[in-house]
């Protein structure tokens, strides 16, 4: 199944390459899209590197998340308007599996990298959980998912990463955790953006000798606009079949 994977995403990076030819930032839309970075040039990584968003430039498990909630807030929204279907399997079942299935491809079309990875096992634990009407933590989320990837590669502990996933997730999990009465949204914001930050740093100075100070105020915008457009409208011309 391999090399039909590896024929699909050529595919679809062929079909990019073709529709935004001679565009700045056509490989760009190619990392969002199947996951392939290899295109983006060197001023572009020092560009993204400088402002700290080098994480959004692939498919992160914000969009893998993202996507998964879509196809299953569609499919709740179809059963609810087909009494037979909800007759047969209730809508909160469906709109995990159907969430769950497309994480599952998305994740496939992605290469199954370590973030990825991570995604797929955190969202696999919850979609259980759910399914057997159990409350899990988001904490117990992260263990599960940091033990299945280390079970099913040892050796990506060794990848820059595994580190700064797991870490960055753990760090955005621990704010959440730790809020004390009620803070306006916009101060949840700013502290998820310092925390995600802060995690990072020692491994971007270990590795690359430098940190973004501007990051936080960079991902405040970057995050959303890179999720909820970018990311979309690129996998949207994926799905048109005009080739237009």
């Not at 969202?123 to 299945?148: D, Y």
């Not at 590669?153 to 595994?162: A, C, E, K, Q, R």
């Not at 409208?233 to 048109?240: I, M, P, S």
Request: charged fraction near 10%; aromatic fraction near 8%; hydrophobic fraction near 50%.
């Amino acid at each position: 199944y391999q090399a039909g994977l590896a024929r699909v995403r050529e595919i679809q990076r062929e079909r990019i390459t073709q529709q935004l030819a001679n565009t700045p930032y056509q490989q760009v839309i190619i990392a969002l899209s199947i996951g392939d970075q290899s295109g983006i040039t060197p001023q572009q990584w020092t560009r993204f590197s400088e402002t700290g968003i080098t994480h959004l430039i692939s498919i992160s498990g914000l969009h893998i998340t993202l996507i998964a909630t879509l196809v299953a807030c569609c499919t709740a929204w179809i059963w609810r308007r087909i009494p037979r279907l909800s007759q047969r399997i209730a809508t909160q079942r469906a709109a995990l599996a159907s969430g769950l299935v497309a994480a599952l491809i998305y994740s496939l079309l992605a290469g199954m990298a370590v973030p990825t990875q991570r995604t797929l096992f955190m969202l696999l634990t919850a979609a259980v959980c759910l399914w057997q009407g159990r409350n899990i933590a988001l904490s117990t989320l992260w263990c599960t998912a940091l033990g299945l990837v280390v079970l099913i590669d040892p050796f990506s502990v060794l990848s820059v990463g595994f580190w700064l996933s797991f870490l960055t997730v753990g760090a955005l999990i621990w704010v959440g955790s730790h809020r004390i009465g009620k803070r306006p949204s916009w101060h949840l914001w700013i502290s998820a953006q310092w925390a995600a930050t802060l995690a990072s740093a020692p491994i971007l100075l270990l590795v690359f000798g430098q940190i973004s100070l501007v990051a936080p105020i960079a991902n405040a915008i970057a995050i959303p606009l890179v999720t909820f457009i970018v990311t979309p409208c690129a996998l949207a011309g994926q799905l048109d079949p005009t080739g237009i």
